[in-house]
């Protein structure tokens, strides 16, 4: 159904499934979310790159895959197709293989590890100020501004839910890559549905 063929007078609230991933970093684009809540667990990407290869031939795109294991690309960009393009981190012992490929390429992030403390000391301050907060005090804005664990999302939206028990319930909508529940929020019962995807 078409969001525009609905008439606004019309239209009643209905099933809207707030569907997101867990990570809301300052920079996903690029970067996968690494934040952990023990300092002790981080893994460093000092000098790492993360580059964008266009795919421009059948050849390489053969390339590029058969390269993947031995030189242990970390893809950000999972879709492979020739004419488009991938997000890959290559470690710093990898990168002078990793060129000598002749793969089209740009360095979108010369050396993440800065970038990444800087979110972690983000992240760091924004866990304390939730931490004096009730989760259903907490808005969607607010919540969306740090990174928090899958258990940490399912149970702020277990306390939306509570909240407003009356015109909203939980939902499933399948399993993620990990075999993890993909849940969100089904507000009112009227026929018409409104899907809400945020990644």
Do not use: C
Request: charged share 25%; no cysteine.
């Amino acid at each position: 159904m078409r969001l525009s063929s609905i008439s606004p007078v019309s239209l009643s609230l209905t099933a809207v499934a707030l569907v997101y991933l867990s990570a809301a970093s300052l920079f996903a684009e690029a970067l996968p979310a690494t934040v952990a809540d023990q300092p002790s667990s981080f893994v460093s990407y000092d000098h790492h790159r993360v580059v964008r290869v266009n795919i421009q031939s059948e050849d390489q795109l053969r390339t590029l895959s058969e390269n993947e294991d031995p030189l242990q690309f970390d893809y950000f960009t999972h879709h492979k197709t020739i004419g488009g393009s991938v997000d890959i981190r290559v470690a710093p012992e990898h990168f002078a293989k990793f060129q000598e490929l002749k793969l089209n390429h740009k360095v979108l992030i010369d050396n993440p590890q800065p970038l990444l403390d800087q979110e972690r000391k983000e992240n760091e301050r924004y866990r304390q100020e939730q931490r004096m907060k009730k989760r259903s005090e907490t808005s969607a804005e607010e919540w969306f501004k740090g990174y928090h664990t899958y258990e940490e999302n399912q149970n702020w939206l277990n306390s939306l839910v509570q909240s407003h028990p009356m015109i909203s319930s939980l939902l499933t909508l399948g399993k993620s890559h990990q075999g993890r529940d993909i849940t969100g929020i089904k507000i009112g019962n009227g026929p018409n549905n409104v899907v809400i995807i945020g990644e």
